[in-house]
């Protein structure tokens, strides 16, 4: 159908009792649903609509709605459905509820909601929200990841069903967020950084939960109740950006003891395992102490580092014989080498070690030795388990074993052997492995086009209105742009790079990455200014958390940057230094239509 033959309507407004369903192309300036139920049906493309949600319900089902502005009232409720990366910003709640359904929504804005207005999560729904100051609700296996300082009126939910996690802010100033109803299997951490341990003191159903990051900060939540169900003395699991760290091998893995290689799912509390003690170059027999499994399932619509896919290593993938069958593990299980432990998603390499995208549920196993101890499983030297906090995530197996209260452990103070991700040493040895691809059958083909790359960023502006500005000056790392009067924000928008995806997974980066933005000033003929919100925290939408006292900030990929108080809405010259990415992938940069879909 072509735009000239897209019907075109000023207004429509649904009344109680009345239902109305979008299921084709239409252009509404206005739509108002007046106790009514609208849905914008699968195959709808509206543009430019204004949209408010009195006392009905309306329903958004399709990624071709664009919405220039949607407010919704107190008995409201505006439902987005089954949708991915669709940026919603100008969503304005004034005390109703704003609900996603298997949906990923980023760079929503707190400010957004006000008079008691709600979030609710459900289906596995995932949701990025800053400067938080209402109550969400998380349901059914979704994922709130926090940034900024939470407001007065903030206050999460863990509520119906399982897996559901919550990732606070690394940002945060305070630590006062109520925090209700955390459950066994729930999920919590903080956003963009590792806990190492997470640790809650459960008083008659409330008291603290304390997280550690392995970047040696503490963050400290009062204000916490728990669910009927949580035992005391159990921890929760520790969290990354993006899900959870599980590190653990699939059923029949062949552990070595003394007696010969058992099946991991046969391992039981008390047996013996063969550790080998690298530093002394000779093998020990070590004890049992506990066994543990739990269920997995993938994630797809996550990178595949981080949706649960196992790893496949080939039969002789290492070297000859090693491992001697095929390994499956998840993709953080460590493999050792030369006296380090090393992830093993760092080393795939799509060909001869590879996530098995065959395997989308399974069970995995883990055991634990009275020390952390390097051990064999299907003849390649691995890791035995570490309990840096998530022993709650499984069940135990075997014999009964008596409650051990040596509380958690960490890398740095407990490991067998020193943890490395550091890519002067992973890739070498990942280029390594690639050279044995001849030697190992069954390896998969590689994709036919390598992902092409530029390190160009693509820098753009990005006005409320949609309009672009591009720069009209590019000298070294500084670009210039020339802003009309009125502009009290703007974004900035450009290519967007996961190194470890486009650089190579040897890279232990796995932010996505627009460009480091460092000093940025406004130049109006009367003076100079010198804008520095993105680097105190006063710009956290789109912006990744600021690293120790570097200078630079880095977006990502659609940064808001308000301008207000600085350029007192004159006209001028905007500079920003931005050093880009090491490499992006070649990929369109996002118009402003696509803005509103995606952050």
Not at 392 to 404: C, H
Not at 434 to 442: A, P, W
Request: proline share 4%.
């Amino acid at each position: 159908m072509s735009p000239s033959s897209i019907p075109q309507v000023q207004s429509i407004q649904v009344y109680a009792g009345s239902t109305l369903t979008i299921s084709s192309p239409i252009q509404v300036q206005t739509v108002t649903d007046s106790g009514g139920t609208i849905n914008f049906a699968s195959g709808a493309s509206g543009n430019n609509i204004t949209l408010n949600v009195n006392s009905g319900t309306t329903n958004i089902a399709s990624s071709g709605i664009q919405l220039t502005q949607a407010a919704v009232q107190s008995a409201g409720t505006l439902a987005v459905n089954n949708l991915t990366n669709y940026s919603m910003s100008n969503i304005n709640v004034f005390g109703g509820t704003f609900e996603l359904n298997n949906t990923s929504l980023s760079g929503f804005s707190g400010s957004n909601v006000q008079n008691n207005g709600q979030i609710v999560l459900n289906n596995g729904s995932n949701m990025t929200v800053s400067n938080l100051q209402c109550q969400v609700t998380v349901n059914s296996g979704s994922t709130l990841a926090l940034t900024g300082n939470y407001n007065s009126g903030a206050h999460v939910v863990y509520g119906t069903g399982t897996g559901n996690t919550v990732l606070v802010s690394s940002g945060a100033s305070q630590t006062n967020l109520p925090i209700s109803n955390i459950s066994n299997g729930d999920k919590i951490g903080v956003n963009g950084a590792t806990v190492s341990s997470a640790t809650y003191s459960d008083s008659s159903g409330s008291g603290p939960i304390v997280l550690h990051t392995t970047s040696g900060q503490t963050y400290t939540y009062s204000d916490v109740t728990y669910g009927s169900d949580v035992v005391r003395g159990t921890s929760f699991s520790a969290g990354i950006q993006g899900g959870d760290a599980v590190i653990c091998f699939l059923s029949g893995s062949m552990i070595r003891t003394p007696a010969g290689d058992v099946a991991v799912e046969d391992i039981e509390i008390g047996d013996q395992v063969l550790a080998f003690d690298w530093q002394n170059n000779q093998d020990v027999v070590r004890p049992v102490v506990w066994v543990g499994k739990a269920s997995a399932k993938v994630r797809a619509r996550l990178p595949d580092d981080e949706a649960g896919w196992p790893v496949r290593v080939l039969k002789d993938a290492i070297s000859d014989g090693v491992p001697y069958k095929d390994m499956l593990i998840t993709a953080e299980h460590c493999l050792f080498f030369e006296g380090r432990f090393v992830p093993v998603r760092m080393l795939v390499n799509g060909v001869s070690i590879f996530y098995d995208k065959s395997i989308t549920s399974y069970d995995y196993y883990h055991v634990e030795t009275a020390e952390h101890s390097v051990i064999t499983a299907d003849g390649m030297l691995t890791e035995s388990y570490l309990d840096t906090g998530n022993r709650s995530s499984f069940r135990q197996e075997g014999k009964v074993a008596t409650l051990r209260a040596t509380g958690t452990r960490s890398w740095s103070h407990d490991a067998a052997a020193p943890l490395c991700v550091e890519r002067s040493f992973v890739e070498p040895l990942f280029r390594y492995l690639e050279t044995r691809e001849d030697q190992v059958e069954g390896c998969q083909t590689p994709a036919v086009d390598a992902v092409q790359t530029t390190q160009d960023p693509g820098l753009h502006l990005v006005m409320s209105n949609g309009a672009v500005i591009r720069p009209i000056r590019h000298q070294g790392q500084d670009y210039s742009f020339m802003l009309p009067a009125g502009v009290d924000s703007v974004r900035i928008v450009s290519r967007v790079s996961r190194p470890s995806e486009v650089i190579g997974p040897f890279v232990d980066d796995r932010r996505s990455l627009g460009v480091a933005v460092g000093a940025i000033c406004f130049t109006d003929s009367n003076q100079r200014h010198q804008i520095t919100t993105h680097l105190d925290g006063g710009a956290s939408e789109g912006w990744h958390d600021a690293a120790g006292d570097s200078g630079y900030v880095w977006t990502k990929g659609n940064a808001l940057l308000p301008l207000a108080a600085q350029t007192g809405g004159v006209m001028g010259m905007l500079t920003i230094t931005a050093v880009p990415a090491e490499q992006y992938s070649v990929a369109p940069v996002q118009t402003p239509a696509a803005l509103r879909h995606s952050a």
